[in-house]
């Protein structure tokens, strides 16, 4: 098949499971023989390594998008002037800097991609459906990475002859954040433009059933494929860390729940049998979490642990699973219900068991894979005395680490899942 991803880019700054989602599923579909072009939108896509090529153009450049919103003067500028402005540097500079993934700045620009040609960044969105038609002699599925680009679903089936799947992760999270009225006017709008797309591709069970309800559309039009992972290179550790070690694997937000972790840390500190325990933090951050972080690390100076901590500041692949393999248990305890938890199962291939709340897809993951506990996420004392059960007893541990990397060998490879895209693929275009 031919097959056109966009995906918008969070930049490099931190772990965005959207983006290695979508760019782990790129590799995998071309290594399974089809022709796929990464289109990435807003800022560079982190980790490429292949993902796009040097011929891809970057579409709705981060500064062109909020300049088109906030002046008509820049909806009619020359494209040499659009070019500068999409500077890669300029724009990776502005990714790590700028708080542009706030929601409560871009409710309006939100409502303004979701009118997709009504839209001020109309002049974005007619370059990149004249490059799909110049570029794309023949395109069996073009797919959308989430719900926020339903606004381009009925100009691409319009102008190109091809099936429009849109995936679905988390994206409800960012619209019920919108200030008032936008996330109502948002909804309405993805609503509307619900039918525009030929199937929705959930990450999981749970949130495939939630957004079936919020989007309003019949089990025939949803579809799920779990996320998958590269298990390239991912070796079995020899052995479990001797100093008890305690791991975060994700966006250090508050959203994320890293200051109910060093909570629970703290706690666990208290207790003379942990006196060496440490806590290993990564994952990266945006301009936007900068105060929240502060706050962490008060936290932890208050205590009195800020030397039994460290912090990451790389999570390239290699860093990654070496991350991993200095853990005991890793914990990302979310606050809201997740759709995804690819870092469950990054956790589960190093054969380091998870502790997580009882809530959103963890439940399912867990059952799938039985590798580690789920906690009632409404319960004062947890997560630290389910991590703290794990520490205490390392052969349990071991036993759950094991035998969840054996269920994500067997049911979540990328190369696994990515067949199962390729069946949804295949219905649509017949």
Request: hydrophobic letters at 40%.
């Amino acid at each position: 098949m031919k097959i056109v991803q966009i995906t918008p880019s969070s930049g490099d700054s931190f772990y965005c499971e959207n983006c290695l989602r979508d760019i782990t599923l790129v590799r995998a579909l071309r290594k399974l023989g089809h022709d796929v072009v990464m289109v990435p939108l807003y800022l560079p896509l982190p980790n490429n390594e292949g993902a796009t090529t040097a011929d891809t153009p970057l579409f709705f450049g981060g500064v062109n998008v909020y300049l088109q919103q906030k002046s008509a003067i820049f909806r009619k500028t020359p494209r040499w002037v659009d070019r500068l402005l999409d500077s890669p540097s300029l724009l990776r500079w502005l990714g790590r800097n700028a708080s542009m993934t706030s929601p409560h700045d871009l409710g309006r620009m939100t409502l303004s991609m979701l009118r997709g040609e009504h839209g001020r960044q109309t002049k974005e969105l007619e370059r990149l459906l004249g490059w799909l038609e110049s570029e794309a002699d023949r395109v069996d599925v073009i797919c959308l990475s989430n719900i926020l680009l339903l606004g381009m679903a009925r100009p691409i089936k319009e102008r190109l002859d091809a099936a429009v799947v849109c995936q679905l992760q988390d994206e409800h999270g960012f619209l019920d954040a919108l200030p008032s009225p936008y996330g109502r006017q948002a909804w309405e709008l993805i609503v509307e433009h619900a039918n525009d797309v030929d199937v929705f591709v959930a990450v999981s069970k749970y949130y495939g059933d939630f957004m079936r309800q919020r989007l309003g559309v019949g089990a025939a039009q949803m579809h799920v494929a779990h996320v998958g992972i590269s298990l390239d290179g991912r070796e079995l550790r020899e052995k479990a860390p001797d100093v008890p070690t305690v791991g975060f694997l994700s966006q250090m937000c508050s959203v994320k729940g890293l200051d109910t972790l060093v909570e629970a840390f703290v706690s666990l500190k208290k207790k003379e049998q942990f006196k060496n325990a440490r806590l290993r933090i990564a994952g990266g951050y945006s301009a936007s979490d900068k105060a929240f972080l502060r706050h962490v690390h008060r936290m932890l100076k208050d205590s009195g642990l800020s030397g039994n901590v460290d912090f990451l500041t790389d999570f390239d692949e290699a860093a990654k699973i070496d991350f991993l393999n200095s853990l005991s248990v890793l914990c990302v305890p979310e606050k809201a219900p997740a759709a995804c938890g690819m870092y469950v199962l990054e956790s589960l291939a190093a054969g380091v068991p998870v502790v997580q709340p009882r809530s959103g897809v963890f439940v399912e993951l867990l059952e799938m894979t039985g590798g580690g506990l789920l906690y009632e996420p409404d319960d004062d004392g947890e997560p630290a005395r389910s991590i703290e059960a794990l520490l205490l007893d390392p052969s349990y541990a071991a036993e759950l680490g094991e035998k969840g990397r054996h269920a994500v060998y067997e049911e979540f490879d990328i190369e696994k899942t990515t067949a199962r895209t390729v069946r949804i693929y295949e219905e649509i275009i017949g």
